[in-house]
């Protein structure tokens, strides 16, 4: 793995992610808000929908970093791009179902890798105007507040946030929550895996897994989430960064427990 240059301003690119994603929250809450028009959904796929703000928010992200880092490349979940080796990974309205139903649990994430290892990243929730921020190994913060993941919450209350989709494993999934409920974990279904594995960084969930997730839905909080002490643990495959995986995350006292009931999915 190759390390990340002594001269990047991690912490200045950081502050700039969280202006964008405040200006992006702003730029899509009056769709939330408004009617039922407003939040529209076309089908991009089977189960997958877009509304109108997904692509303004995006293209906005899109141009502003793009603007600012001309050598950086960006990819994104509505109009696509490519992974360079420092990459911007966005996902303007992660939770887009939940927002075109009037959910307030959705979010703005954007991520920042380096030869495709998660750097920092920002999580925002314009509902609660929270900020999730982090930089992989250094630190993580909600509204400038540090974050620091407790080891092992005891059974009985440990949260886990969980997403399940036709489209990839369902049983699977289903074997594994089962697995987890017999040792303890109460599980939740969101609907917005990004602001999840935020709450995960928060220790408000303690662990979360998916089958179905892509990198728009990771990149950003996968640095929050290692910030705050935690693990990330994914089959992503670097060679096809636009494709489906599944990840799981957790408090660090978590893992081994994690790893092995899930690790039919991994």
Not at 140 to 160: N, Q, S, T, Y
Not at 192 to 220: I, T
């Amino acid at each position: 793995m190759m390390p990340i240059p002594d001269d990047a301003p991690l912490k200045d690119w950081l502050a700039e992610a969280r202006g964008l994603a405040r200006d992006a929250g702003a730029l899509a809450m009056p769709g939330f808000n408004g009617s039922e028009a407003d939040r529209a959904v076309r089908m991009k796929g089977p189960g997958d929908v877009v509304t109108l703000y997904d692509g303004k928010v995006e293209s906005y992200l899109r141009a502003a970093l793009l603007e600012r880092h001309p050598d950086h490349t960006v990819l994104g979940e509505e109009a696509g791009g490519s992974v360079g080796d420092w990459a911007w990974v966005l996902d303007p309205i992660d939770g887009t179902g939940n927002f075109a139903a009037g959910i307030p649990f959705w979010c703005i994430s954007i991520g920042l890798m380096y030869r495709h290892r998660p750097v920092l990243g920002v999580v925002y929730d314009p509902n609660r105007d929270e900020m999730f921020s982090g930089i992989s190994g250094i630190g993580a913060w909600r509204d400038g507040v540090p974050l620091e993941l407790e080891r092992a919450p005891e059974a009985g209350r440990r949260i886990l946030g969980f997403g399940v989709t036709d489209k990839r494993a369902p049983a699977l999934t289903f074997d594994a929550l089962q697995e987890l409920m017999q040792a303890g974990f109460r599980p939740r279904m969101p609907g917005a895996g990004a602001l999840a594995l935020a709450w995960v960084a928060a220790g408000r969930y303690h662990a979360y897994l998916e089958a179905n997730m892509h990198l728009w839905d990771v990149a950003g909080a996968a640095a929050v989430i290692e910030g705050a002490g935690g693990w990330i643990t994914t089959s992503y495959d670097p060679a096809q960064p636009q494709k489906a995986f599944a990840a799981c995350a957790g408090a660090p006292g978590l893992k081994r427990q994690m790893d092995t009931a899930c690790h039919r999915l991994l």
